[in-house]
């Protein structure tokens, strides 16, 4: 419902009936656009209908994903994909919380899988793991940190896996609610959910094919994405250059205009 009307029928005839606004907007679909410029509202709309398909798929592949990695506690969607802003190029980014001594694993078998999928279909989306964490890490970050880019893209991820750790995550951490009030409390109401049954875990031999996954994942991924920003770089795309944070137990990607928009945020909230 719109705020100040009764319904979104009742704002569409508003802004279809006011003489003065009339003249500078118009409603195209769902969109609300100004006129001369009703191709943005269209392309708004492509895009919606475009990230509800590629959570369809994400969902698909986190089926797959759970029978080889059953200790994956929360999975979820960010990056465009989550702010409902999907275009065609766009990779489907993923934020996966792992249990304890299970990330790298988690993430072998994650590239493994899409791998696998990009090999029986090409028309595939590509998966980007840009963020796996283990729990106990993932909960000291929600509850230390003050960071408000962590706190909004956190209240914008698309869970599809483990809303009952989801609410656990928002509730260790009150600091996201003093800056996003409203949206911290819808989220919050909305994810709680029963307790969890504690999937079945490989013990020791996890532990070592975690260990395993990490000797050789790591030193791979690092070089890799030296590379890949050596040819960002050539390519003038300089903004799209990335870190490879890599800890024995977590790893992710940053871009520099990810850190260019932390730093916008940090000053807005400071």
């Not at 994650?110 to 590509?126: C, E, K, N, V």
């Not at 840009?130 to 940190?145: A, H, K, M």
């Not at 483990?162 to 409203?182: M, R």
């Amino acid at each position: 419902m719109s705020p100040g009307f009764p319904n979104d029928a009742a704002l569409i005839r508003f802004l279809e009936t006011d003489e003065r606004l009339a003249r500078y907007v118009t409603v195209v679909g769902s969109e609300v656009a100004m006129r001369g410029r009703e191709d943005l509202a269209a392309a708004r709309a492509s895009q919606r209908d475009l990230t509800h398909a590629r959570i369809g798929q994400a969902d698909s592949f986190l089926d797959l994903l759970s029978k080889v990695c059953p200790w994956v506690d929360l999975a979820g969607v960010s990056g465009s994909t989550a702010y409902a802003g999907a275009k065609p190029d766009d990779d489907i980014d993923f934020f996966l919380v792992t249990a304890e001594r299970r990330s790298w694993i988690s993430l072998l078998l994650a590239m493994a899988t899409a791998r696998l999928g990009r090999l029986r279909s090409r028309t595939a989306p590509h998966y980007c793991f840009n963020r796996i964490i283990e729990l106990e890490e993932c909960v000291q970050t929600f509850r230390d940190s003050r960071d408000a880019l962590l706190a909004r893209e956190a209240l914008n991820l698309v869970v599809l896996r483990g809303n009952d750790v989801y609410w656990e995550l928002l509730t260790s951490a009150p600091w996201i609610g003093d800056q996003f009030p409203e949206l911290y409390e819808t989220r919050r109401s909305a994810s709680r959910t029963t307790c969890r049954d504690t999937p079945q875990r490989l013990g020791l031999l996890g532990d070592a094919l975690n260990a395993a996954a990490f000797m050789c994942l790591a030193p791979y991924l690092w070089l890799a994405g030296l590379l890949r920003n050596v040819g960002l770089k050539r390519a003038g795309r300089d903004k799209e250059c990335f870190r490879t944070i890599i800890q024995p137990d977590s790893y992710a990607t940053e871009s520099t205009l990810y850190d260019e928009l932390r730093e916008a945020y940090r000053q807005a909230f400071a």
